[in-house]
């Protein structure tokens, strides 16, 4: 392994010991390796990405995880160039349809087409959503005016004081579902606004054109990570997962059931609560041990439905669909080309989806897809789905679900080194949190600063 040395024991000695192959750990480990530093990269599961994941289905690749790419997120599209993967628009192409209060209508664009007051209570939701992210702190939330204010209620609560119309509160509660993994009534205000603030505003987070869901990767998310892997070679390390980290004024000993790795610093990049996958001794603070027991992960599932031809497409329709009931609750066409096979792509509930067998999940979309596209969606030729709260290892996801008091209590351990022990991971980064372009982010910027420390310690060494 390139720079690291092994000794008898079978223990190994790097300048950096990464734990997570998911983006920000590879792109850490590439960026120290360009910088001439050794490293090696510790992965509890038995593949890299992280809660980027590949599947196939009907013969096709397609995202389980993170799928979708901003044109703004030029981070992880520069990594994915540099690996020698492309981008394809998000088909968005014809009518949505919008299943609300057991009626199915169509409209086209964004703005969904329902009543003249549920459309004034949206734009005026949507105002209020706009007035407060304007005025968060991105890189410390915390530290956002009237902060335990808006800490201290849920984002469910805060629409109840609103009044909000049901039918808003309904689509407000598809996007905390998605964007968040759980209801209105379980994260605090405080935390989404820091999330909306970090996705570039409610309009880009949620739309296809100019926003979060423009572009996809042809290969898959996960493909990227791999291709990164493959050039880092055996300075990454699978089915290790890190036990403990022991650490004194020169250095980290990370335990893992295979041997022990002996580095200047760790850089940690397992979400929040993951983090207590790891014992570390010393001790964490009561701040940074707190974080990882509020910050719980959200769960959200997702299942892909292929069909010989995207037919939705020949009757007029994105594959585009908003639902408020059921077990689906948005759909979008991921098929790999006009002729076939076709593949609509549905997050589900967890809460009515995971606890049942595949075959039973299977009948629960596919009828629900009847539902929004009509008796066509009724024969797929073949079917996949998965659910993160089902993970092994590091389950949940997308983000973290901080409930009200979490963020101001313990959001500064977010980034506060443990000595030698830092953070990254995309809950760490400033813009751009929750995405895999915060992910890179991070992973790049906590290997320059580790870098420079390891450059300021040799310096210290020489001059004793
Ligand atoms: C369903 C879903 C949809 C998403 N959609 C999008 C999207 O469209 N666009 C987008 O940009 N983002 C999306 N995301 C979010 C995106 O996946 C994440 O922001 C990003 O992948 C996080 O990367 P990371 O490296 O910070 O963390 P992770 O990918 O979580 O990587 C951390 C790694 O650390 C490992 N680990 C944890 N503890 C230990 C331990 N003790 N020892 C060893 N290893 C350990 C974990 O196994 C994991 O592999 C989605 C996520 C999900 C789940």
Redesign the pocket.
Known sequence: MSGSRKSDSGDTTVDVVI???????LSAAERLVSMGRSVLV????DRVG???LSGEVAGVQVDL?????ARRHTAIRDLANRMGCTTTGQFDQGRNVLWMAGRRRTYSGTIPKVSPAVLVDMARMQTAVNKLVATIDVNAAWETPGAGRLDAISFGEWLDRKCALPSTRALMTIVSKVQWGCAPGDVSLLHVMRYIRAAGGLHHMLDVEGGANEDRFVETTQEIAKRVAERLGDRVRLE???RRITQDDDGVTVRTDSGEIHAGYAIV???PA?RA??EFEPALPERAEGLTRTWRMGV?S?AFVAYEKPFWRTDGFSGEALTDTGTVFITFDVSPAPGGPGVLMAFCDPRVFDGFDPETRRDLVVRQLVDLYGPQARTPIDYLDHC?GAEP??PG??HPVAGPHATTSYGRALTEPHARVHWA??ETAGEWA??????VLTGQRTAENIAALLSRDVRAGASR
């Open positions: 734990v997570g192959a998911g983006f920000a750990g510790v992965e509890a599961r992280g809660r980027s995880g993170a799928t979708w790419v290790t997962p890190v990049t397992a979400a993951h996958t790891i959200l997702k993160w290892f590091a996801g997308p991971g995309t929750g995405t895999m372009n915060g992910a």
